[in-house]
C-alpha cells in the first residue's frame, strides 16, 4: 500500500538559512499535519491542513510556513533557521476534517543545522 | 510533553515475556493511537482505540482505555527482539485534529 511520502530524507543547513520540506499524502487523504521531534523527545504538533486549508495549528514559529497545494501535497518552509530547528520533521496524512480516523505517519526528514 | 504521560520511560524484559506500557492524558477524546518507533525511525501506527471503546486487539497488541481514568495501555505478548522501539500513545482531543503524544517507553527485548 501507498504510504506517506517525504523528500528530502536528510537535509544539513547553516544558521540563517532557509529549507523547504515536503509532504506528498497517501492517495485520497485530503488531511496533512506536520510534527516536529526534538532529540529524545515525542513529536509535538505544528500545523494542519484540510483540502488546502490550514485547520489547526500549534507551537509552530512565525519563521516556519507552510501550504497545501491542490494535489494534496504540503511544503513546510523553513527560514532564519536556528540550531534549535534541528529535529526530525514528520508528515502525517488522514482521510476527513476531524482526523478521527488514523493518522499515517511519513518516514520524515532530519533537519540538522549547523 | 503537553499531555500525555507514559510510564515506565524504559523497560527491559526477556524475549517471551509480555510487556505493558501505560498512558494517560489530561483531556476529554476522541480516540487515542498507539504508535512504534525505531531509534531515529519513522512512526509505525499500531492500532486506534475509539473513546467508545474499551478494549481492542491486533496481533499479539491488545490495547485499554480507561476514559474515567484519561488512561490506556498497550500490552505486547511473547515479546520478540524484533519488538524492541519506542512506543508512543497520541491522543486526539474532542473537536481537535492535531495528535498529542505522550513521552513514551523505551522497550528493551533482551533475547
Known amino acids: 500500500a501507498a504510504g506517506v511520502i517525504q523528500s528530502p530524507r536528510h537535509l544539513i543547513k547553516e544558521k540563517r538559512e532557509t529549507a523547504t520540506l515536503k509532504c506528498y499524502p497517501i492517495p485520497r487523504h485530503d488531511t496533512v499535519y506536520w510534527y516536529q521531534q526534538g532529540p529524545g523527545q515525542d513529536p509535538q504538533f505544528l500545523i494542519s491542513?484540510?483540502?488546502?486549508?490550514?485547520?489547526d495549528k500549534g507551537s509552530i514559529p512565525d519563521r516556519f510556513s507552510a501550504q497545501q497545494f491542490s494535489d494534496y501535497h504540503s511544503e513546510l518552509n523553513m527560514s532564519s533557521l536556528e540550531l534549535g530547528d534541528s529535529a526530525l520533521y514528520f508528515c502525517?496524512?488522514?482521510?476527513?476534517?476531524?482526523?478521527?480516523?488514523?493518522?499515517?505517519f511519513g518516514p520524515g526528514t532530519r533537519l540538522t543545522v549547523l | 510533553s503537553q499531555q500525555g504521560e507514559e510510564d515506565p520511560q524504559a523497560l527491559s524484559i526477556q524475549e517471551g515475556e509480555n510487556a505493558t506500557m501505560n498512558c494517560s492524558y489530561k483531556t476529554s477524546i476522541n480516540n487515542l493511537q498507539w504508535y512504534r518507533q525505531n531509534s531515529g525511525r519513522g512512526l509505525v501506527h499500531l492500532i486506534l482505540?475509539?473513546?467508545?471503546?474499551r478494549e481492542k486487539h491486533s496481533g499479539r497488541l491488545r490495547v485499554t482505555l480507561d476514559t474515567s481514568k484519561k488512561s490506556s495501555s498497550l500490552l505486547i505478548t511473547a515479546s520478540r527482539a524484533a519488538d524492541t522501539a519506542s512506543y508512543f500513545c497520541?491522543?486526539?482531543?474532542?473537536?481537535?485534529?492535531?495528535?498529542?503524544f505522550g513521552q513514551g517507553t523505551r522497550l528493551t527485548i533482551n533475547p
Open positions: 502525517a496524512s488522514s482521510l476527513g476534517l476531524w482526523g478521527t480516523d488514523t493518522q499515517y
Open positions: 497520541a491522543s486526539l482531543r474532542q473537536g481537535a485534529q492535531k495528535l498529542v
Open positions: 482505540i475509539r473513546s467508545n471503546e
Open positions: 491542513f484540510y483540502e488546502k486549508m490550514q485547520s
